[in-house]
T-cell receptor, first 118, second 111 residues
């Protein structure tokens, strides 16, 4: 398996534009996580899905952010409109299960998308 | 106060030295994960601990549940160990279980 795939790897956009980040989880993994990493706040969970259903979106910063998982092999994170404070690295991760206390529930991270909003 | 606190924030060592990175966590955290973030940005899971100790090569992770403290040790450190090491706690809230992260420890091992 190629691992978790994210695209694009880098995105530079202007304030007010719509940004769509994409993720393909590892085949067979039931859980998909979206994280954001900034220098100030470190890694933060934005939202996660189980079997394509959003389970916890309490980390989504505001209504400008939305995430979908239309099928088991694809998820998107959309920001509309984007703002400079959204600049960060966005990681997607997947795991076999969501019970994080078991070693089998190791999360596999994608390479991340570095977003710069000017 | 953050749920997961790491120390030190930055650490510089000479090749061959023994390294310790510490992580303290709050009530409600049921397991600890150690992650490694390479200079290129990729993140890899190293360990998951809910008790005791785990070892993988030159890396050792321990956890003390009573003291709510975990440590990551690197023996015979090497420049290729240079990375950011992140401690993350597994927390259940509102029926969902998720990771909360420390700010990371940037390790630089000089040859």
């Amino acid at each position: 398996d190629a691992g978790v795939i994210q695209s694009p790897r880098h995105e530079v956009t202007e304030m007010g534009q719509e940004v769509t980040l994409r993720c393909k989880p590892i085949s067979g993994h039931d859980y998909l996580f979206w994280y954001r990493q900034t220098m100030m706040r470190g890694l933060e969970l934005l939202i996660y899905f189980n079997n394509n259903v959003p389970i916890d979106d309490s980390g989504m910063p505001e209504d400008r952010f939305s995430a979908k998982m239309p099928n088991a092999s694809f998820s998107t994170l959309k920001i509309q409109p984007s703002e400079p404070r959204d600049s960060a690295v966005y990681f997607c991760a997947s795991s076999l299960t969501g019970t994080l206390r078991r070693a089998a529930d190791e999360q596999f991270f994608g390479p991340g998308t570095r977003l710069t909003v000017l | 106060k953050n749920e997961v606190e790491q120390s030190p924030q930055n650490l510089t060592a000479q090749e061959g030295e023994f390294i310790t990175i510490n992580c303290s966590y709050s009530v409600g955290i049921s397991a600890l994960h150690w992650l490694q973030q390479h200079p290129g940005g990729g993140i890899v899971s190293l360990f998951m601990l809910s008790s005791g100790k785990k070892k993988h090569g030159r890396l050792i992770a321990t956890i003390n549940i009573q003291e709510k403290h975990s440590s990551l040790h690197i023996t015979a450190s090497h420049p290729r160990d240079s990375a950011v090491y992140i401690c993350a706690g597994s927390r259940t809230q509102g029926g969902s279980e998720k990771l909360v992260f420390g700010k990371g420890t940037k390790l630089t091992v000089n040859p």
